[in-house]
């Protein structure tokens, strides 16, 4: 209201104390930092790639991008569509993008052909909003559609989100069972 005109300008100024948190991480030794996306939902994909290329400017370590839908109290924040922010998103300086699909039942997977360019993707195979026990099978299959379009080498296996708002018990099902999942397709892989 009286000091920033909107969010963006906000959004500038945490970008600019991101980057000098980043910076203290690399000089702890951090190699892979992922940070999320710094204005979502209010924002284009162009934005907020410049808010996360601001954030990350001159950090020395391999850099993941997620675009999270939010999860305030399990529920999502924001329209969960990355078709409002892809291909600009594209512009972001990342080696990864981190992106959610289990608890859009693999919506937009498909659109990985399309956006794909030659970074990694980081799958979000375990839907962190719902208290359903993901089997290894669930998993599996997950990652099987996702190989259906992304290059298993350029594949991280993920949950969507953060287990903030899950009971840890739930949490650490959900985790061995992606872990058991993403097993059964190496096996498969291997043969």
Not at 66 to 89: E, K, M, Q, V
Not at 110 to 139: C, H, Q
Request: charged letters at 25%; hydrophobic letters at 45%.
């Amino acid at each position: 209201g009286e000091i920033y005109e909107n969010t963006v300008e906000i959004a500038t100024e945490f970008a600019q104390m991101i980057n000098e948190e980043l910076r203290g991480l690399v000089a702890a030794g951090a190699e892979f930092i992922q940070i999320d996306e710094p204005a979502r939902g209010n924002v284009t994909g162009q934005e907020m790639a410049r808010l996360f290329n601001l954030a990350t400017e001159g950090i020395d370590a391999k850099l993941a991008f997620h675009i999270c839908f939010g999860n305030r109290l399990g529920r999502a924040r924001f329209n969960r569509r990355y078709s409002d922010y892809f291909p600009g998103a594209l512009e972001a300086r990342t080696h990864q993008f981190v992106l959610e699909f289990a608890g859009r039942e693999m919506a937009e997977i498909e659109m990985w052909k399309e956006w794909n360019d030659g970074r990694e993707l980081g799958a979000g195979l375990i839907d962190v909003k719902s208290f359903y026990p993901e089997t290894p099978e669930d998993v599996a299959q997950r990652i099987r559609t996702v190989l259906q379009y992304a290059d298993a080498d350029k594949v991280y296996i993920n949950p969507d989100c953060g287990f903030g708002w899950s009971p840890r018990f739930i949490a650490l099902a959900k985790l061995k069972a992606m872990v058991a999942g993403a097993q059964i397709v190496r096996d498969e892989l291997s043969v």
